[in-house]
């Protein structure tokens, strides 16, 4: 069975304000057109993904999503489009309207799940508000303004949402025939008017379509509330040795012992790196960097932080904030807290004040307390737009 979604993207449309088509209109963080080819890229119903465009739009398409050209109307985009599909032996296809960014997984599910029984499906969503007929005042006083004319019941009326999704034969087959007003609402009525069934499921409020400048500020706030937040913890312990120094944080202290350990045992920027690892669930220190391997001996530990944070960014997340306890009776940490807030955020890339660096003592019970060595614990947190 292999699903496309079909995003269609060739509008101009630009009443939400801007010079560029909304679309590619930045919102939460990311493009809207990003949003949207990124709710379908990862649902695990969908296998791939076919861009519909406006030609002018050649050099915005993200790189490594399939897209085509559109037509002068919403039914020609989409034609063309399924058109591209034909024989590549697709089964289904979702199609949706770029401008709809805010689609959740469940529902994109609930339209597949319609689909095995039917051979239309697509979201709707029941009126609350009570519906009038509006015509213009013929006031004699030439006031103007529009007045109530008529009212309609909403009981058998729905609003319709996107993704409308089809078999694949028929609904080629039904835009094939589609020969009358090319600017028809949407593909369910190309279906219907084709003589298929469509059967609703459950649309989403937040499902809206970004028509208007308020729109973005509601899409804007929808899309924050998906964001994707991970934690990560990370603990670490290192015993003193012989020596004159010790590395904290990316901070030389002069002290009467030194901290050992294979690299550099620099011990709070172990479990800071730790957490990160943690965050993403992606193993630890041990995993990435063996100390079976002489070539870590007596490593910088920045190199493994370097690691942590390169992987945070290539998994689309940014660190929001680190916070790391030091757990020691000496060397008294306060007077280098300043300094290891400024070395990490260096190494990470972020701010000072994103990282908190706190020291306690164990009131001399345990390791610790008995001066036999420093432990540290760390968390992370990252965030996905
Ligand atoms: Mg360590």
């Not at 990311?30 to 739009?57: N, W, Y």
């Not at 050992?260 to 669930?281: F, R």
């Not at 001066?371 to 996905?384: C, D, K, P």
Request: glycine share 12%; charged share 25%.
């Amino acid at each position: 069975m292999k699903t496309t979604a079909l995003i269609v993207a060739a509008g101009r449309g630009t009443r939400a304000g801007g010079d560029l088509p909304k679309q590619w209109r930045t919102v939460a963080g990311q493009r809207v057109a990003d949003h949207t080819i990124a709710a379908f890229a990862t649902h695990p119903g969908i296998d791939d993904v076919l861009l519909v465009i406006h030609p002018d739009d050649e050099a915005r398409v993200p790189a490594g999503i399939p897209h085509v050209h559109g037509g002068a109307t919403r039914a020609a985009s989409v034609r063309a489009g399924l058109e591209a599909l034909a024989g590549t032996g697709i089964d289904r296809v979702l199609i949706h309207d770029v401008a709809r960014p805010c689609v959740s997984r469940r529902l994109i599910s609930a339209v597949l799940a319609a689909l095995d029984t039917h051979t239309g499906a697509a979201p709707g969503l029941m009126l609350s508000d009570a519906l009038w007929v509006a015509a213009p005042a013929h006031d004699s006083d030439g006031n103007g303004g529009t007045i109530i004319r008529d009212v309609r019941d909403r009981r058998a009326l729905v609003r319709a949402q996107t993704p409308q999704g089809f078999h694949f034969d028929a609904i080629l087959a039904a835009h094939r025939a589609h020969t009358g007003d090319d600017a028809a609402a949407d593909d369910a009525e190309i279906a219907r008017t084709a003589g298929i069934d469509v059967l609703i499921t459950q649309g989403e409020e937040d499902n809206l379509k970004i028509t208007t400048p308020a729109d973005f500020t509601r899409a804007e706030r929808i899309l924050r509330g998906q964001m994707d937040i991970r934690l990560g913890n990370g603990y670490d312990v290192h015993r003193f040795g012989p020596g004159d120094r010790i590395t904290l944080c990316g901070v030389d202290i002069p002290h009467d012992r030194g901290l050992l350990g294979h690299s550099d045992a620099d011990v709070g920027m172990h479990a800071i790196t730790d957490a990160l690892y943690g965050a993403l669930a992606d193993g630890d220190i041990g995993r990435h960097f063996p100390p079976s391997e002489p070539r870590w001996k007596g490593a910088d530990s920045r190199v493994f932080l370097e690691h942590a944070c390169a992987r945070v960014r290539h998994r689309g997340y940014r660190i929001s904030n680190i916070d790391c306890t030091l757990v020691c009776e000496v060397p008294r940490i306060g007077p280098y807290a300043g300094a290891m807030q400024q070395a990490l955020a260096g190494i990470m890339g972020i701010s000072a004040g994103q990282i908190s660096i706190k020291a306690t003592t164990s009131e001399r019970l345990g390791f610790t307390g008995r001066e036999e060595g420093i432990a540290a614990l760390a968390t992370a947190a990252l965030i996905r737009p």
